[in-house]
């Protein structure tokens, strides 16, 4: 049997959910045929060899692969599969590959073959690169589909590589009318994923930018990525980015041109000097090629795959590596006269593609035109949300001009839209020096001042702070002035010191109506509305600012104050209903996209996806939320605040659902980073010492988490009582519950949260009659997610039974059972211990009603969407959810509604 091939990672990415599907049918011990599709190098055969590895002792194995010209050998599959292997019977062998038998007496021998060798035995079956299959390889395929038996058939195949006159194009269409096949499409790795393989490759988080070029370079096609990886030992990937091809690799590439005519080698040596994008008209100017003459180059390249169509008279090559292998062959002074001619005809045209401009003028050594480009590009690219490009033109420019403050402002900008701070950095600090204005000199402090905090450098932060003041002191009146007073109030407000930045930012916003500053004005208005946040007594007034600024930010085009205001909007004391939250959710998104922010356009959208889903008391879906941002986001290197952003918050989700080793496991992660907030890893061990009950282990960190406190600034509610709870049940003694609780609260924290924490040391305390005038006060307070009021209610129903008010606890159990409904962990534990008090009927045990009455209120929310028609893609976009969650809420809905289809669920609510 053939052996499969690996790759240089040592783990498969990207694949996951298309290894479960076919280890189910694997494990089904029910005849099944799987077929997957994917391009060269896609990874098929490495997801096959995965599948093969997790395939239950005792299933037999056959793997056959056809290859380039087994067309002519029949039963070259089958032959290839079986190939060494004992037990073969040599007759039927022979049988098999005599040309006197009938094409049916060979196919039955075939059967028989693999009959005897699999018996009654489950087996997986694998058919390798079916485009290339014989005839007869193909119809035994297709009867091995036929049999009955444990056994899954999985063939794999090149779509672009199938024509009509290839036996496999008529077995796949006959499998589709006969079989219930699965169909298993692999794509490209995203960039995520491709940063992901490259971490696991090299065992080390992959920089950002070095992560996003080399997937620009390979496509995402993990077969390249791994052939890059081994022609370059010790892996440096930063010095990979620019690392000729292997000449192994090259050569695989340039096979696929290797017999062109003359003609046609020479408009594909022009196309690949055009760049990423090669319109029609500049490809025939260039090469002076006729119409219908290059018409018909083009289209053999479409069918050879070495082009593709991406628009209309555009073309693109299927690999950039193509590209640039062919590139490698040409001469300098060739690739010089083609860039010459292609800039010729841009300028000429008056070309609306500033990339495009500039990267022929450099490669034509003009360098004016090149900056010129640049210039206008980094601009253009900025205005539409193209951050990444807009930085790669700017430095590209600036490898000309390294000391041009336009160039160096965009890439500042730019770098630190995508994420690249330390680049920011650099970038920021030399437009600061070199600015030849006053109101630039303040833009560039206002951006570095940003750049800074991010990147958790709070000395520069205050050296910065200090020279925008002294600079205000210089400035007359005036724009550079209130734009100045505005990156104080900034700096100001990220340091917690909100009354100073309340101050600043008045003073700016009086500057800028002075002086008809619309843009300075949003920008002071939003810092203004930040800190107004921060405290529970101003927080309609800061909702109110940012809601009213949010429009005239949009229709200004100032996409990264709107995202900002946005995503503040959803933070803190959310929204009157679940559908504003929703709609403001998706709004930032798309206005962080719009600018190009990635961080906001991806990383906060997650959080705020799992802030929604906490907001409909559905834990399962606010950790997947987080897994699903962190996965994406986890195997990039990434500087300071943005470094494991969602570590954190998954982590107290982690908590909370009981999944405890998890939790373990992350402090590890994010114990290895450098300037963690000072209470990051104190309070997270501490939490986790109390909820596996290690009293000393808790009475240890707990003085850590003090110490660390007095260094932290703000104060959280929400940490007070999720601190207190484990506290309470690792059985802290009080004067140390004492102690937590006066560092843990202060003048800002909101009201319910300090009446919550009140509450429950009351109760500790056995002052029954005050812990439940505590908690009733609370039930409906808005600010508290459905989770914790279930908890404000099992702590009142606790109360209630300590007064032997029974009927009373009872009301207030039902109702956190359906707050509760969708959460798992300490908080459902509390609830069954009530429950069991008071001789109610377990939280799994069957239910005792069915019908509407059964729903909990996230599943009646659900049935109302299903009754207006929605898909379970629809239902999972709406209420930002996957996919897989909203089935299984249609699943209970139907099973406890009693009915089996998503009509009757209308009919039944709708009477």
Not at 604 to 615: H, I, K, N, T, V
Not at 619 to 639: C, F
Not at 691 to 720: F, K, M, N, V
């Amino acid at each position: 049997m053939r052996t499969l091939r690996g790759g240089a990672s040592p783990m498969m990415i990207g694949r996951d959910s298309e290894l479960r599907r076919l280890a189910r049918l694997a494990s089904a011990r029910e005849p099944a045929v799987a077929i997957i599709a994917g391009e060269p190098g896609i990874g098929k055969t490495r997801l096959v060899h995965e599948l093969l590895r997790a395939v239950p002792a005792g299933t037999v194995v056959l793997v056959g692969q056809a290859e380039p010209g087994s067309l002519s050998r029949p039963y070259e599959v089958l032959l290839d599969a079986i190939d060494g292997r004992p037990g073969v019977d040599e007759e039927q062998l022979a049988a098999l590959a005599d040309a006197r038998r009938s094409p049916v007496e060979r196919l039955h021998t075939g059967l028989t073959l693999l009959a005897d060798l699999i018996g009654d035995s489950p087996a997986v079956i694998v058919f390798e690169d079916l485009h290339w299959a014989d005839s007869e390889s193909a119809a035994l395929f297709e009867r091995i589909a036929d049999q009955s038996g444990p056994r899954l058939l999985i063939g794999t195949y090149r779509p672009d590589e199938v024509t009509l006159r290839q036996p496999v194009a008529g077995l796949l269409a006959r499998m589709e009318r006969r079989h219930a096949v699965t169909h298993v499409h692999l794509d490209r790795l995203t960039p995520a994923q491709t940063a992901a393989l490259l971490a696991a490759a090299t065992g080390a988080p992959a920089p950002l930018r070095a992560a996003t070029a080399l997937h620009q370079r390979t496509g995402g096609n993990p077969f390249f990525l791994e052939e890059l990886l081994r022609a370059l030992p010790g892996h440096d990937l930063e010095a990979l980015v620019d690392q000729p091809l292997p000449w192994s690799l090259a050569d695989v590439l340039r096979r696929q041109v290797d017999d062109l005519d003359p003609v046609s080698h020479r408009i594909l040596e022009a196309a690949t000097v055009l760049g990423h994008r090669i319109p029609f008209d500049l490809l025939a100017d260039v090469t002076d090629a006729r119409e219908e003459e290059l018409i018909a180059v083009l289209r053999d390249l479409v069918t050879r795959g070495v082009l593709v169509e991406s628009g209309e008279d555009e073309f693109a090559f299927r690999h950039a590596l193509v590209r640039e292998a062919i590139a490698g062959q040409m001469l300098g002074r060739q690739r010089r006269r083609l860039h010459e001619a292609a800039l010729e005809v841009l300028l000429r045209a008056g070309a609306s593609d500033p990339a495009m401009v500039a990267h022929h003028a450099r490669g034509a050594g003009r360098y004016d035109d090149m900056i010129a480009a640049a210039r206008s590009g980094t601009a253009l690219y900025l205005s539409i949300g193209s951050p990444y490009q807009a930085l790669q033109l700017a430095e590209m420019g600036l490898d000309e001009m390294p000391d041009d403050p336009g160039l160096l402002g965009a890439a500042a900008r730019a770098a630190w839209l995508v994420g690249l701070l330390d680049d920011a950095l650099r970038y920021g600090r030399r437009w600061r020096d070199l600015a030849g204005s006053a109101t630039d000199r303040a833009e560039a402090l206002y951006l570095l001042v940003r750049i800074a905090w991010e990147s958790r450098l709070t000395d520069e932060m205050r050296e910065l702070t200090h020279h925008i003041e002294t600079l205000i002191a210089e400035l007359p009146p005036g724009a550079a002035q209130a734009r100045a007073m505005t990156a104080i109030a900034q700096s100001t407000s990220l340091r917690d010191e909100f009354d100073a930045a309340l101050l600043w930012s008045d003073r700016a916003i009086a500057l800028a109506d002075e002086f008809d500053l619309p843009v300075v004005r949003l920008a002071a208005l939003l810092e203004k509305g930040l800190v107004l946040l921060e405290r529970p007594q101003t927080v309609a007034e800061g909702r109110d600012i940012l809601s009213a600024l949010i429009d005239d930010a949009e229709k200004a085009g100032e996409w990264v104050l709107a995202a900002r205001a946005l995503q503040n909007l959803v933070q803190g004391e959310p929204p009157a209903s679940p559908i504003e939250h929703a709609e403001i959710l998706e709004r930032m998104r798309i206005d962080a996209e719009r600018a190009g922010f990635e961080s906001l356009a991806a990383a906060s959208y997650f959080q705020g996806r799992a802030r929604l889903a906490m907001r409909a008391g559905d834990l399962r879906a606010a950790i997947g939320a987080l897994e699903a941002g962190r996965e994406q986001d986890i195997s990039y290197r990434r500087p300071g605040r943005w470094a494991d952003y969602h570590g954190v918050f998954l982590a107290g989700l982690y908590l909370e659902a009981g999944e405890l080793d998890r939790v373990e496991e992350l402090i590890g992660d994010l114990a290895a980073l450098p300037d963690n907030p000072p209470t990051t890893i104190p309070g997270l061990a501490f939490h986790l010492a109390c909820r596996r009950g290690d009293l000393p282990r808790a009475e240890s960190t707990l003085d850590e988490l003090i110490a660390a406190l007095d260094e932290q600034t703000w104060r959280a509610g929400e940490q007070a009582h999720d601190l207190i709870s484990a506290a309470l049940e690792v059985g802290l003694p009080m004067p140390r519950l004492d102690q937590m609780a006066v560092a843990l609260l202060d003048a800002d924290v909101w009201d319910a949260f300090r009446t919550l924490v009140d509450a429950q040391l009351a109760e500790a305390r056995g002052r029954h009659a005050e812990a439940l005038a505590g908690y009733l006060s609370i039930i409906e307070a808005h600010v508290l997610n459905p989770p914790t009021r279930g908890t404000v209610r099992v702590g009142a129903a606790r109360c209630l039974l300590a007064a032997d008010r029974r009927a009373e606890a009872t009301v207030h159990v039902e109702a956190a059972a359906s707050l509760l409904a969708e959460w798992e962990g300490w908080r459902v534990a509390q609830l069954a211990q009530v429950r069991a008090r008071l001789g109610m009927a377990p939280l799994d045990a069957p239910d005792a009603v069915t019908g509407p009455a059964a729903l909990t209120p996230r599943e009646r929310e659900v049935a109302l969407l299903i009754s207006d028609g929605l898909t379970n893609t629809e239902l999972a976009r709406r209420l930002y959810i996957s996919p897989k969650t909203a089935a299984v809420h249609v699943s209970n809905i139907l099973r406890k509604l009693g009915v089996s289809s998503r009509t009757e669920v209308g009919d039944l609510l709708g009477s």
